[in-house]
Structure formats: structure tokens, C-alpha cells
């Protein structure tokens, strides 16, 4: 009995340590960044994928546990590393403009102008 107890231990070890691993998508590297502060002000934008950048994760001090989600305008050239976002509708949130080339990016945010860095994968 001890034996069958044994190695189901060991299969659902097995199985835990499978599961922690990265993803094929984050293994590959397909992420790209963009960081921009301004005094005690940080924003910073996220995206997944290759060619199609899929998801838009967004962070910033003035939304200090999460951004709204809402619907994004994309433009997205990893190849020619060139990326433009800002949001499908202005509503009553914060607006914002993200244009990137290369590694150097302007972001206007709710008025403000600032310079910020864009990080192109793969890690």
C-alpha cells in the first residue's frame, strides 16, 4: 500500500513542477514595454504577441491598483520596432498617446507630455 501512495506522490510533484513553468509564449519573449515618469508620476504599458500584440496591460500612479480596461487603437511593427496606442473612445477616463520608435517613445497623458523607453522582447 505504501508504494501506490509513494508514487502518486511523486506524480502529482511532478505534475506541480510542470505546471510552474513559463508558458511557450513567455518563453519566447514576446512581450514589448513602455515606461514613462514625470515627477512622482509612472506609467507604463505592456503588450503579448508577435505581430498581433493581443492583450494592452496598462499601469499608472493615478490608478494606483489597476487601469480601467477599455478598448485600444493599435498599431504594432515589431519588425520595424514602431508602436502607436491610445484608446478607442476619450470618456470620462484619463486620456493618453503612446508613440513609440525604437527604444525611445512621447507619451501625452491627461495633458502632460513626457519622454519614456520601450523594451522590445524576446528575454
Do not use: C
Not at 510542470?18 to 514589448?32: E, K, M, Q, R, Y
Not at 498581433?52 to 489597476?66: H, L, M, T
Request: zero cysteines; hydrophobic letters at 35%.
Amino acid at each position: 500500500m505504501e508504494r501506490p501512495v509513494r508514487n502518486l506522490v511523486r506524480t502529482l510533484t511532478l505534475l506541480v513542477l510542470i505546471s510552474t513553468l513559463p508558458s511557450p509564449a513567455a518563453a519566447t519573449g514576446d512581450l514589448f514595454r513602455f515606461h514613462a515618469s514625470q515627477g512622482d508620476f509612472r506609467f507604463s504599458l505592456e503588450m503579448v504577441g508577435r505581430m498581433d500584440p493581443g492583450s494592452v496591460q496598462i499601469s499608472s500612479s493615478d490608478f494606483k491598483p489597476f487601469m480601467p480596461r477599455r478598448p485600444y487603437y493599435v498599431e504594432f511593427n515589431r519588425a520595424q520596432q514602431r508602436a502607436y496606442v491610445r484608446p478607442r473612445t476619450r470618456g470620462d477616463l484619463p486620456w493618453f498617446e503612446m508613440d513609440v520608435v525604437g527604444t525611445r517613445g512621447v507619451l501625452h497623458y491627461d495633458g502632460r507630455r513626457m519622454e519614456g523607453t520601450a523594451e522590445w522582447g524576446p528575454w
